[in-house]
């Protein structure tokens, strides 16, 4: 078996950071499917994959939240917890090659963590391997549906659209902005520890709402 790994919501202000992994013994299912980076799928696309996928290979899912992300920072950097992360998804499969979208700059030194974190097993960690291996891009339609679903969730529990989570959303950043103004907080599910949560929660703490 050979397995690849890849994350959805690595840059987001809000919702949870993601990290699946999908195992096979052959990827010529996955071709058939017709995978390819999540991000280049349409959404209902993706759903149609998602459940082709696990029906047909092994799969893990890991998930930390937003406030986990804030608490590890201090003492992690996000590689680092993304290490963590991808070594969790991945650690029980019996796998002998494993293939990551790799989340650093230097990708033979990420791929050297991450094997020795699973025991010395070969890792191939590659920029833009959700483009070249099939088995990542089936991992990251998995991270990327489980993901947006979590936020669609989320959502419904402000009852009022949070958009996608992303700091380039202008919905997300509109929504924790008004929050912060109206709470002078950030809104549950906010990573804290990102700057622009960080720019807006210390305008509030110095400045009456009529100062926006």
């Excluded at 947006?148 to 929504?175: H, L, Q, W």
């Excluded at 902005?177 to 929660?201: D, N």
Aim: hydrophobic share 40%; proline share 4%.
């Amino acid at each position: 078996m050979f397995c690849g790994i890849d994350e959805a919501g690595r840059g987001s202000v809000m919702g949870p950071l993601v990290v699946a992994s999908v195992g096979v013994e052959d990827d010529d299912i996955l071709k058939k499917i017709g995978v390819k980076d999540s991000k280049k799928l349409a959404p209902k696309v993706r759903e149609r994959m998602y459940e082709e996928i696990v029906a047909c290979a092994k799969y893990n899912i890991v998930i930390i939240s937003a406030k986990e992300i804030d608490q590890r920072r201090v003492k992690e950097t996000l590689n680092e917890i993304e290490a963590d992360m991808f070594a969790q998804s991945v650690r029980e499969m019996k796998a002998n090659r494993i293939y990551a979208d790799c989340p650093d700059v230097n990708e033979s030194a990420f791929s050297t963590e991450l094997s020795v974190m699973l025991g010395n097993r070969t890792v191939i960690a590659k920029h833009k391997a959700d483009d070249t291996y099939p088995v990542v891009s089936a991992a990251s339609i998995i991270a990327k549906v489980t993901r947006d679903r979590m936020v669609a969730e989320i959502s419904k529990e402000f009852g009022k659209e949070i958009g996608s989570g992303y700091p380039s959303d202008t919905v997300t950043m509109n929504f924790i902005e008004k929050w912060i103004k109206e709470k002078g907080c950030a809104p549950p599910y906010t990573r804290c520890s990102w700057e622009p949560v960080r720019k807006m929660l210390t305008i509030s703490s110095n400045s009456k709402i009529t100062d926006w």
